[in-house]
Structures are given as C-alpha cells and as structure tokens.
C-alpha cells in the first residue's frame, strides 16, 4: 500500500505561481508512475502531468509550458511547480501512485487562482 500527502495548495492571484508537494509512504523506485490530476467543481477528475520511474514526462494540453512535474528519489517525495497560473487552473489537485500493488490517491490540496 502506498500512503500520499499533498501540501502547497493556496490562493494565488493570475500569473502567479505555486509549487505543489506529495511525500509518498514507499520508496519511489517501488512506483511504476506518479502524476497529478485534478478536479474543478461540477467536471470530472483529469490528468495534469505523470511522471515514469524512466523520468518520462507526459502533460496535459492545457498546462504544458507552464507545469513542470518532477520527483525528488531521495526524499521519496513528488512536486508540480505551477506557473503563470490562471483563473482555470482552479481545483483540488490529488497526487496519484501507480504502484504493482494497485493505484493510490492522496486527499488532495485546493488551488484557487483569483484576483
């Protein structure tokens, strides 16, 4: 089983920046692929950016240029560092683990961009 916590949600004004953080229960050499999705109120969950144990990157349409997600393997910990954010970029962000024993989530972190 894998345990995940999420931190840095906050509000911030557009064109700011955050930088979410998940710290992970297992090593992250043990975690096929890590992402962030997140959820805006009344749409589904959606897929932001992923990230393989092979350091491959995929990324949403809509935050490429803009997201950078990354992982720190000795801290066993997962980042999103999130740029020139907009008003649409508001949800809760959930950290995801894709471990051999099954997909886990954190319990999310709430990022508003207003003004």
């Known amino acids: 089983q894998v345990h995940l916590v999420e931190s840095g949600g906050g509000l911030v004004q557009p064109g700011g920046s955050l930088r979410l953080s998940c710290a992970t229960s297992r090593s992250i050499f043990s975690i096929n692929r890590m992402g962030w999705y997140r959820q805006a109120p009344g749409k589904e969950r959606e897929l932001v950016a992923t990230?393989?144990?092979?350091?491959?990157?995929n990324y949403a349409d809509s935050v490429k240029g803009r997201f950078t997600i990354s992982r720190d393997n000795a801290k066993n910990m997962l980042y999103l560092q999130m740029n020139s954010l907009k008003p649409e970029d508001t949800a809760v962000y959930y950290c995801?683990?894709?471990?051999?024993?099954?997909?886990?989530w954190g319990q999310g972190t709430q990022v508003t961009v207003s003004s």
């Open positions: 995801n683990a894709l471990h051999y024993s099954g997909s886990y």
């Open positions: 990230i393989t144990s092979g350091d491959s990157t």
